[in-house]
Protein backbone atom coordinates (compact mmCIF):
# COMPACT_ATOMS: atom_id res chain seq x y z
CA UNK A 1 0.00 0.00 0.00
CA UNK A 2 1.60 3.57 -0.82
CA UNK A 3 1.39 6.21 1.60
CA UNK A 4 -1.24 8.47 -0.42
CA UNK A 5 -3.79 5.34 -1.03
CA UNK A 6 -6.90 5.74 1.28
CA UNK A 7 -6.83 3.45 4.25
CA UNK A 8 -9.33 0.76 3.64
CA UNK A 9 -12.29 1.02 5.08
CA UNK A 10 -13.90 -2.68 5.57
CA UNK A 11 -12.74 -5.20 8.86
CA UNK A 12 -12.06 -9.00 7.99
CA UNK A 13 -13.52 -11.08 10.69
CA UNK A 14 -10.49 -11.65 12.07
CA UNK A 15 -9.75 -7.95 12.36
CA UNK A 16 -12.92 -7.48 14.23
CA UNK A 17 -12.68 -10.24 16.82
CA UNK A 18 -9.20 -8.95 17.72
CA UNK A 19 -10.77 -5.06 18.31
CA UNK A 20 -13.46 -6.68 20.09
CA UNK A 21 -11.48 -8.67 22.25
CA UNK A 22 -9.01 -5.84 22.95
CA UNK A 23 -11.78 -3.17 23.74
CA UNK A 24 -12.21 -5.12 26.58
CA UNK A 25 -8.72 -6.16 27.15
CA UNK A 26 -8.49 -9.73 26.06
CA UNK A 27 -6.70 -11.42 23.26
CA UNK A 28 -8.55 -13.07 21.02
CA UNK A 29 -5.07 -14.93 19.24
CA UNK A 30 -4.10 -16.15 22.49
CA UNK A 31 -7.80 -17.75 22.36
CA UNK A 32 -7.60 -19.08 18.91
CA UNK A 33 -4.17 -20.09 19.70
CA UNK A 34 -5.42 -22.19 22.58
CA UNK A 35 -7.77 -23.41 20.01
CA UNK A 36 -5.41 -24.50 16.87
CA UNK A 37 -2.96 -25.79 19.34
CA UNK A 38 -4.68 -28.56 21.41
CA UNK A 39 -4.91 -32.34 21.13
CA UNK A 40 -7.48 -33.65 19.41
CA UNK A 41 -8.89 -35.31 23.04
CA UNK A 42 -9.79 -31.72 24.18
CA UNK A 43 -12.62 -31.45 21.21
CA UNK A 44 -12.01 -27.82 20.35
CA UNK A 45 -12.96 -26.77 16.76
CA UNK A 46 -11.86 -24.08 14.59
CA UNK A 47 -14.32 -23.04 11.59
CA UNK A 48 -13.25 -20.03 9.09
CA UNK A 49 -14.72 -19.11 6.19
CA UNK A 50 -14.06 -15.93 4.39
CA UNK A 51 -16.72 -14.12 6.16
CA UNK A 52 -17.04 -16.74 9.41
CA UNK A 53 -15.20 -17.35 12.63
CA UNK A 54 -16.59 -20.15 14.53
CA UNK A 55 -14.88 -21.71 18.11
CA UNK A 56 -16.16 -24.09 19.72
CA UNK A 57 -15.62 -27.15 22.33
CA UNK A 58 -17.57 -29.52 24.34
CA UNK A 59 -17.63 -28.64 27.67
CA UNK A 60 -18.61 -30.55 31.05
CA UNK A 61 -18.29 -27.75 33.71
CA UNK A 62 -21.17 -25.44 34.47
CA UNK A 63 -19.25 -22.55 33.99
CA UNK A 64 -16.22 -23.22 32.33
CA UNK A 65 -14.51 -19.98 33.44
CA UNK A 66 -14.45 -21.54 36.79
CA UNK A 67 -11.88 -24.42 36.89
CA UNK A 68 -13.95 -26.47 40.10
CA UNK A 69 -17.10 -25.32 38.80
CA UNK A 70 -19.74 -28.25 39.20
CA UNK A 71 -20.27 -30.92 36.32
CA UNK A 72 -23.12 -31.11 33.84
CA UNK A 73 -24.12 -32.85 31.26
CA UNK A 74 -21.68 -32.43 28.14
CA UNK A 75 -22.92 -29.43 26.11
CA UNK A 76 -21.10 -27.54 23.22
CA UNK A 77 -19.35 -24.02 23.99
CA UNK A 78 -19.35 -21.46 21.81
CA UNK A 79 -16.78 -19.51 22.90
CA UNK A 80 -16.71 -17.05 19.15
CA UNK A 81 -19.02 -16.67 16.67
CA UNK A 82 -19.27 -14.20 13.88
CA UNK A 83 -21.21 -14.12 10.53
CA UNK A 84 -23.33 -17.29 10.50
CA UNK A 85 -27.05 -17.71 11.81
CA UNK A 86 -27.90 -19.30 14.55
CA UNK A 87 -28.87 -22.57 13.09
CA UNK A 88 -26.06 -22.49 10.48
CA UNK A 89 -24.04 -22.69 13.71
CA UNK A 90 -25.70 -25.67 15.01
CA UNK A 91 -25.21 -27.49 11.82
CA UNK A 92 -21.42 -26.62 11.35
CA UNK A 93 -20.82 -28.67 15.21
CA UNK A 94 -19.21 -31.91 14.60
CA UNK A 95 -21.78 -34.15 16.35
CA UNK A 96 -25.05 -33.69 18.53
CA UNK A 97 -25.04 -32.63 21.77
CA UNK A 98 -28.42 -31.77 23.95
CA UNK A 99 -27.67 -28.24 24.65
CA UNK A 100 -25.76 -24.90 23.54
CA UNK A 101 -24.31 -22.73 25.54
CA UNK A 102 -22.85 -19.59 24.51
CA UNK A 103 -20.19 -17.39 25.88
CA UNK A 104 -20.95 -14.13 26.72
CA UNK A 105 -18.70 -13.11 29.08
CA UNK A 106 -17.68 -9.69 27.08
CA UNK A 107 -20.88 -8.75 27.26
CA UNK A 108 -22.66 -9.83 30.44
CA UNK A 109 -20.18 -10.80 33.28
CA UNK A 110 -22.84 -11.98 35.36
CA UNK A 111 -24.38 -14.22 33.38
CA UNK A 112 -21.44 -15.71 31.44
CA UNK A 113 -22.98 -18.78 29.93
CA UNK A 114 -26.55 -18.50 27.67
CA UNK A 115 -27.81 -22.17 27.78
CA UNK A 116 -30.19 -23.28 24.98
CA UNK A 117 -31.77 -26.48 24.01
CA UNK A 118 -30.47 -27.78 20.56
CA UNK A 119 -33.76 -28.81 20.02
CA UNK A 120 -35.45 -25.58 20.45
CA UNK A 121 -32.88 -24.06 18.38
CA UNK A 122 -33.76 -26.28 15.35
CA UNK A 123 -37.60 -26.55 16.36
CA UNK A 124 -37.63 -22.35 16.35
CA UNK A 125 -35.77 -21.84 13.34
CA UNK A 126 -35.59 -24.89 11.16
CA UNK A 127 -33.20 -27.16 10.29
CA UNK A 128 -32.04 -25.44 6.48
CA UNK A 129 -32.60 -21.52 7.89
CA UNK A 130 -29.32 -19.61 7.46
Do not use: C
Not at 11 to 32: N, R
Not at 59 to 71: A, F, L, Q
Not at 73 to 91: F, M
Amino acid sequence: MAINEPLPTRLTPMDQAVITYHSVGEDFVKLLDSYISSFPEAKRYVFFAPNIILLGHEETRSNPNVWDSPKRDPYWLVTYAQGLSITSLVTMMPYYLDTIGFNRYLKYPDKPIKFISTDRILSRYGKNAS
